[in-house]
T-cell receptor, first 115, second 113 residues
Framework: DTAVSQTPKYLVTQMGNDKSIKCEQN?????MYWYKQDSKKFLKIMFS???????INETVPNRFSPKSPDKAHLNLHINSLELGDSAVYFC??????????????FGPGTRLTVT | GDSVTQMEGPVTLSEEAFLTINCTYT??????LFWYVQYPGEGLQLLLK?????DKGSNKGFEATYRKETTSFHLEKGSVQVSDSAVYFC????????????FGQGTTLQVKP
């Protein structure tokens, strides 16, 4: 059983299009995250939801909008895609308890290529 | 703000060589520290962790000790294998930053037979 899954694995699209990436976790965790990995492999947090509530919203363009329909799902919608959005996007989940985060489990990533 | 600094890569070693990847951090409070590994084309896997000073995390022959006095969490392995070739990320998480992981820049390890 896959713990954290993402779809699609690869996404190739043209500038100006709108696309979504979906993430699901079956670990029973209450917190989910989106990270972006650039071409130099640097990873940076974008968003985090705890029990469907947005708790982290880093400096990300308004074109990126996360949505969490329930604790097990976190989706990322991107409007008006730009060349600079090309990256690998990772979803992760963890349990946040008593002010302390336990280790995060990552999905396989979605490689987004904007042409 | 909180930050993590790793040694620059790539690191190239021969099989059975000793590995050290340096990691230092800056954080307020008492963060938890992690090493993640990313094999080619895959997501990140937790390699080991330590949640308080002097804790030693270990897994698959890798070890790292949480050193508060030097704010370090260096990764070591006594004898590397070709299958250890990957990108290694040091990361921290603290309650003051709502649990997000702050990563170092990653260190690529290549092990040659």
């Amino acid at each position: 059983d896959t713990a954290v899954s993402q779809t699609p694995k690869y996404l190739v699209t043209q500038m100006g299009n709108d696309k979504s990436i979906k993430c699901e976790q079956n670990l029973g965790h209450d917190t989910m995250y989106w990270y972006k990995q650039d071409s130099k492999k640097f990873l940076k947090i974008m968003f985090s939801y705890n029990n469907k509530e947005l708790i982290i919203n880093e400096t990300v363009p308004n074109r990126f909008s996360p949505k969490s329909p329930d604790k097990a799902h976190l989706n990322l919608h991107i409007n008006s895609l730009e060349l600079g959005d090309s990256a690998v996007y990772f979803c992760a989940s963890s349990q946040f308890y008593g002010g302390q985060t336990y280790e995060q489990y990552f999905g396989p990533g979605t490689r987004l290529t904007v042409t | 703000g909180d930050s993590v600094t790793q040694m620059e890569g790539p690191v190239t070693l021969s099989e059975e060589a000793f590995l050290t990847i340096n990691c230092t951090y800056t954080a307020t409070g008492y963060p938890s520290l992690f090493w993640y590994v990313q094999y080619p084309g895959e997501g990140l896997q937790l390699l080991l962790k330590a949640t308080k000073a002097d804790d030693k995390g270990s897994n698959k022959g890798f070890e790292a000790t949480y050193r508060k006095e030097t704010t370090s969490f260096h990764l070591e392995k006594g004898s590397v294998q070709v299958s250890d070739s990957a990108v290694y990320f040091c990361a921290l998480s603290s309650p003051s930053n709502t649990g997000k992981l702050i990563f170092g820049q990653g260190t690529t390890l290549q092990v040659k037979p």
